[in-house]
């Protein structure tokens, strides 16, 4: 059975795959097993299955993760998974691991990997992992996130271990830094480029394997995602048309807001399209209609019904997506003026981010203010594929993008001119083409929305 074989299901083609994973992490002699895995495709239980599967072969185990909160929730998935392991969470001196990760009998905190070497998972950050030191190394490790990883930090930890699990999701944001690397570009030694890119170009015989299936988006949206970022890597989704919907409780009002709604729970994709004009990166007319449409949200009522039955969207459930943290502010603040909650320690709350801190995280409904609305120009940033793979895939259900008329022709009028580096691999499919492809099937969902 092929796992990319269409009248495999879906179950049966993810589990073939995760048992060839698990064969080469056990019995491979690679240096290291690679995983290339898209939005919601099992990622976090593939760790915690490879980690018990080590553990019960007799081997210790060291995890890193490049974030605290991806670390603590880790820890938090490993002990209620696996409540058998006997957990560490090694942290910084002036750190302190978030409630949920502590809330388990198995688990052990410190901030001195001494404390911890007898556990047989220790689990912490890339930053912290870089200043163990007098240790036996371990035989086995496995990297989470690891195209969040930049090379320098492999580096810095390689010497910790013999083999490693790198898991992953190669859409998603490349690793970040705020120092100029053009000095470095198409040399071995980049410490820009991710982890993965490093240990795949100095390692020719690893043969990444890809998990088929995504068990977050809906029919829906994996195609689309699915051709837009991930054009040698294809999957599919977990569930079929009409498997998930959306209900909704109360009527719309006629307005274009509850159109855009309706649209998006009848089909999964809306598009509230304000006039085309160039405005200032917080355009107080998109961040009002992307506060008018979750407000409209939670006022109408509405239900996700699914695999897992029926709940409704409740604000914890919704999230609201941006490119800038200036963005994100003026959305927080259009929001609690109208009243919807955005402070967790307060109750249910609507989260609002940008894409760099969105990555990983799954509500039933997203909206999304496009990174290209009201833009005079298309910069780097913005058509960075990653950030818009991560805003276009973070729902179960449904997404609402809202942005200004007119980012096709801005496209067209602003293609790729970045400089070409020798030795640089060509990052395919680029911003512009993936832009283009998520426009056309926006366009199919159109609301027009006139301030």
């Not at 371990?138 to 690891?146: F, G, K, P, S, T």
């Not at 992953?168 to 991710?194: C, E, I, K, N, Y």
């Not at 970022?229 to 048309?241: K, L």
């Not at 405005?279 to 695999?307: C, H, I, Y």
């Amino acid at each position: 059975m092929n796992p990319a074989d269409p009248t495999a299901s879906p179950a049966a083609a993810a589990q073939r795959v995760t048992a060839e994973i698990l064969d080469a992490v056990l019995h491979g002699t690679e240096r290291g097993v690679v995983v290339d895995s898209p939005p919601g495709a099992g990622k976090s239980t593939l760790v915690v299955r490879a980690a018990r599967e080590l553990v019960a072969a007799g081997e210790r185990l060291m995890v890193v993760a490049q974030t605290n909160s991806q670390v603590d929730d880790l820890v938090d998935r490993l002990a209620e998974t696996a409540p058998e392991l006997s957990i560490g969470r090694l942290h910084s001196s002036d750190g302190r691991p978030a409630p949920e990760a502590l809330r388990h009998p198995g688990v052990t905190a410190s901030s001195k990997v001494g404390d911890l070497v007898e556990q047989q998972v220790v689990v912490s950050t890339a930053a912290k992992w870089q200043w163990v030191k007098d240790v036996d190394p371990w035989r086995h490790a496995i990297v989470d996130e690891a195209y969040q990883m930049r090379s320098d930090a492999l580096l810095a930890v390689a010497r910790l271990f013999e083999r490693a699990l790198f898991v992953g999701d190669p859409g998603q944001l490349d690793p970040f830094t705020v120092v100029g690397t053009d000095q470095w570009a198409g040399l071995s030694w980049d410490p820009s480029r991710s982890a993965v890119t490093a240990l795949l170009d100095h390692n020719p015989g690893i043969r990444p394997h890809n998990l088929p299936v995504s068990w977050r988006l809906p029919y829906s949206a994996a195609g689309l995602v699915s051709r837009a970022f991930y054009p040698f890597t294809p999957f599919r989704s977990g569930t079929d048309e009409g498997d998930r919907r959306l209900t909704i409780g109360a009527r719309g009002d006629g307005g274009p807001v509850d159109a855009v709604i309706d649209e998006a729970a009848e089909s999964g994709w809306g598009l509230l399209e304000l006039p085309a004009r160039h405005t200032v990166r917080t355009d107080p007319e998109a961040v009002q209609a992307v506060a008018q449409t979750v407000r409209r949200v939670l006022d109408r009522g509405l239900a996700a019904v699914s695999e897992r039955g029926t709940a409704p969207v409740t604000a914890d459930r919704i999230a609201v997506g941006t490119a800038h943290r200036d963005q994100a502010a003026a959305v927080r603040a259009a929001l609690t003026a109208l009243g919807v909650q955005v402070e967790a320690e307060r109750g249910p709350a609507v989260t609002v981010d940008t894409a760099n801190r969105l990555q990983g995280r799954e509500y039933d409904l997203t909206v999304v203010l496009h990174p290209l609305s009201g833009r005079p120009d298309a910069t780097a940033f913005h058509l960075e594929t990653g950030r818009l793979c991560v805003l276009a895939s973070r729902h179960r259900h449904a997404c609402i993008v809202v942005a200004r008329a007119g980012i096709a022709e801005l496209l067209d009028e602003h293609p790729s001119t970045e400089p070409v580096q020798l030795g640089v691999s060509v990052k395919f499919p680029d911003g512009w083409e993936a832009n283009h492809a998520v426009l056309a099937r926006l366009a199919e969902h159109r609301v027009p929305y006139r301030p």
